[in-house]
């Protein structure tokens, strides 16, 4: 069965502080995906990666950024956080040209 | 600009009718698509694909249509079950790799 595990399931931040989102993958997958899920709008693409340390930009990358220096491993980064980044953060891995494989989400408020 | 469109946000049916949820999409480059399911608080699940060669696929009560002149597909769920009500997101992507969602549509069965 494929893992996919995001450490948290709920956070709660400060406007301006600095979040760390981690995603890990237990099946050796190439690719790598974080998107965020908002009321009316479903998953927008924010970065994917399909390699250790390859990053492409989604359909909304603006302050976020991501590190991938182990395949297993996708971190997205919000450099200093804003209320409107409150979301549902989902990470999905792959192997290429294959379905995606979803963690359960974290949910994010910044206050 | 949303390249994958789900243009109803809710739908209710009666157990052991047919669900019939649409979506239409704008990029003719799409070559790919998939519906994932959704139950509160777990990440997205795969349930059924089509590559842009078929107009048709089955998996038991589940069949997915592809219109691709008229860039639209559906997934019909026959008989609708009360452990079908999730929410069910369109995917489209060109080779299946990094994938555009449309906003969801969230099915109600009632028993």
């Known amino acids: 069965d494929v893992k996919v595990t995001q450490s948290s399931r709920y956070l709660v931040k400060r406007t301006g502080e600095k979040v760390f989102l981690e995603c890990v993958q237990d099946?050796?997958?190439?690719?790598m995906f974080w998107y965020r899920q908002d009321p009316g709008l479903g998953l927008r693409l924010i970065y994917f990666s399909y390699d250790v340390k390859m990053k492409e930009k989604g359909d909304i990358p603006e302050g976020y950024s991501v590190s991938r220096e182990k395949k297993e491993r996708f971190s997205l980064i919000l450099e200093s956080a804003s209320t409107n980044q409150t979301s549902m953060y989902l990470c999905a891995s792959s192997p290429p040209f294959y379905e995606q494989y979803f963690g359960p989400g974290t949910r994010l408020t910044v206050t | 600009d949303q390249q994958v469109k789900q243009n109803s946000p809710s739908l209710s049916v009666q157990e052991g009718r047919i669900s019939i949820l649409n979506c239409d999409y704008t990029n003719s480059m799409f070559d790919y698509f998939l519906w994932y399911k959704k139950y509160p608080a777990e990440g997205p699940t795969f349930l059924i694909s089509i590559s842009s060669i078929k107009d048709k696929n089955e998996d038991g009560r589940f069949t997915v249509f592809l219109n691709k002149s008229a860039k639209h597909l559906s997934l019909h769920i026959v008989p609708s079950q009360p452990g079908d009500s999730a929410v069910y997101f369109c995917?489209?992507?060109?080779?299946?790799?990094?994938?555009?969602f449309g906003a969801g549509t969230r099915l109600t069965v009632k028993p």
């Open positions: 995917a489209a992507s060109v080779g299946n790799n990094d994938m555009r």
């Open positions: 099946m050796d997958h190439e690719n």
